[in-house]
């Protein structure tokens, strides 16, 4: 019974992290004629869990993974920096550009585009999975659209509460639902540029 309750309440925190995922979406004319747009990952200032600092929760991660098993900590400080070149900015690049895919824009990493799209995450939950029961992942980011040479911003939209887990529940890692949260993310923002292109 006990366990039953369990998982109904995960099921429950999922379906309300879904429900509250939303962005403000806006004019993107100034896109209108790019063939390209650069894509920035900007991690400054990061709040993640109990709305810790990131070197404050990464500290205490480092910590108590050694103290389980020397080097153990630091091993998970490597794997928790390394996922965002490895898992996070491909999955966030791979899915924008598969929903623009229908435009003549494409996004990319080089810089050299007229307007970039600054991808700031401001909050990371990592979520957990314990077999009986499981939270997903969930990030808040900024998109901030900037004039590459000037700097001078344009446009700033909103996602928050965008979850990420795996449909058949073997993300233990949360590295794997974190990843999820940049598909969702770029999945997303490549479907409202793609659609206002129209």
């Not at 990464?58 to 389980?68: G, L």
């Not at 020397?70 to 491909?90: H, I, L, V």
């Not at 999955?91 to 080089?110: P, R």
């Amino acid at each position: 019974m006990k366990k039953t309750f369990l998982i109904i309440v995960a099921l429950i925190v999922s379906s309300i992290l879904n429900a509250q995922t939303h962005a403000k979406k806006g004019d993107y004319s100034f896109l209108k004629n790019e063939k390209n747009i650069s894509i920035v990952f900007d991690y400054s200032n990061m709040k993640v869990g109990k709305k810790l600092s990131e070197e404050k929760y990464v500290d205490e991660k480092v910590k108590e993974h050694n103290k389980k098993e020397a080097g153990k900590g630091d091993k998970w400080k490597e794997g928790w920096f390394g996922a965002r070149e490895s898992r996070y900015q491909p999955k966030f690049m791979e899915l924008i550009n598969k929903s623009l895919d229908k435009t003549s824009l494409k996004a990319n990493e080089s810089g050299d585009a007229k307007y970039t799209l600054i991808v700031k995450t401001v909050f990371t939950e990592p979520g957990f999975n314990v077999g009986v029961m499981k939270q997903p992942a969930y990030v808040n980011f900024e998109m901030i659209f900037i004039e590459t040479e000037t700097k001078k911003e344009i446009k700033k939209y909103i996602l928050t509460n965008v979850p990420g887990s795996q449909a058949m529940g073997y993300d233990f890692d949360a590295g794997s639902r974190i990843a999820e949260c940049y598909a969702k993310a770029g999945k997303m923002m490549g479907a409202y540029i793609a659609k206002a292109l129209k």
